[in-house]
């Protein structure tokens, strides 16, 4: 048997050991492993140290402390992770391990797998049918935006909205979009939202993420949410290659928060120009006609010769017709201006200045009520001071000295004397008066 190359060259222990290292650092540059974490471990210097095993083997692990910031829940021992990274040896132990550049704390395939299946069970229901979807209006009389109010999503949805019809209202729903608890917030601003009886449109506002970071518009309940929903709901949910539960769920799907305000808001100026090829095809219309009876009227008078009174009765009735198609016409443009100016008022009777302005009215008149019974309330209760201060100064011992009494007092021990029986001649006695102290000696005593 031929030997190996190393077997003819004598080695120290550090030289094998780097070039075993060297060999799996190049034959293993990049691994993704599943495991169970047990024995884990932070000492002093911040990193993370654990097993992974499953049941027939085990590889340690390392975790650098600043790799830590990618982690969205804290590690615990029995923990199924996936960790990614590279195969390295720790030369002073010969132990070869991982060092993990992302640990996924959820396990990324296994939501994968829970995706998949709830959207099969969702499918075979029919919440994707589109014989349930909604349509959009047209121009939706209110958007319910349900978002962060700190995403870079939502500035995007309403900056794009205010290019395109700034007129229409958007009320903001603030949940969390993702971690613990985003779904429980999401269902409930939904079904907020429904009761209220309001017209408009939900759109379910988000950047995009990983499968991890979007799975609240993923989760069964959200999507019931969304299928039982009055209103119509638009899902714009991360990028155009993101895909989640509410995508299908909902009545329409933009790709990004930025086509969602292009699909739900249409343009002004888009609506301008529609309106003037509107009318100018009306007047074309309109003028076709007229030509029309202006030639069956020539005809008319080619064949009828020149009876002057047919033709003035046919000219009256032109005329008629005429003064009847103008009048129709003018009372369509009315009706058309009126609706117009309803649905402007409609709109101008939203603007939140106005709304603020009556708020701000209501808040000054409530101070000044707030003023006006904290003064009353003041009076009341210096009244019932001075009351009280005059009851007071009437009871008051001071007051009864006034009227020629006085407190006596035994000079040995300073006790009140009460009774005659208290003293006995020759005791020194102080007493008290309204206007200063009298200090006297029992001569005499009288039962």
Known sequence: MPLSPYASKIQSVTELTRSIRGLLETEFAFVTVLGEISNLRRPYSGHLYFTLKDREAQIKVVLFKNQQRYLTSPLQDGQEVICRGRISVYEPRGD????????????????QVAFDNLKKQLDREGLFDSRHKKSLPFLPEKIFLVTSPSGAAVFDFLRISKARYQSVPIEIFPVR???????????????????????????????GGSLEDLWAFNEEE????????????????????????????????SPTPTAAAKDVLPERESLQQKINILAGQLQTSLNRKIDTLRRRTRLEQQRLGDPTSLLNHSRLQLSNNRLSMAGAITASLQRKKELLHLLTSRLERQNPDHKLQRHRQKLDELSERLILFSQIHLDKKRKQLEKNAALLDA???????????????????????????????????????HEGEITGQVTGIKE
């Open 177 to 207: 979009v993702q971690g613990d608890g985003a779904g429980d917030e999401i269902v409930q601003a939904l079904k907020t939202i429904n009761e209220r009886e309001d017209e408009g449109v939900i759109v379910l506002c988000r950047g």
């Open 395 to 433: 009871v008051s011992p001071l007051s009864v000295l006034g009227r020629g009494y006085g407190i006596i007092r035994r000079g040995k021990d300073g006790r009140i004397v009460r009774s005659s029986s208290q003293v006995v001649p020759g005791d020194t006695l102080e007493i008290r008066l």
């Open 96 to 111: 070869y391990q991982i060092i993990a550049d992302v640990v996924d704390a959820q396990g990324t395939g296994a939501l």
């Open 222 to 253: 959200v999507a019931r949410a969304i299928y039982a929903s009055l209103l119509p709901v638009v899902s714009a949910i991360g990028h155009e290659v993101d895909f989640t539960i509410a995508d299908f769920v909902a009545d329409h799907r």
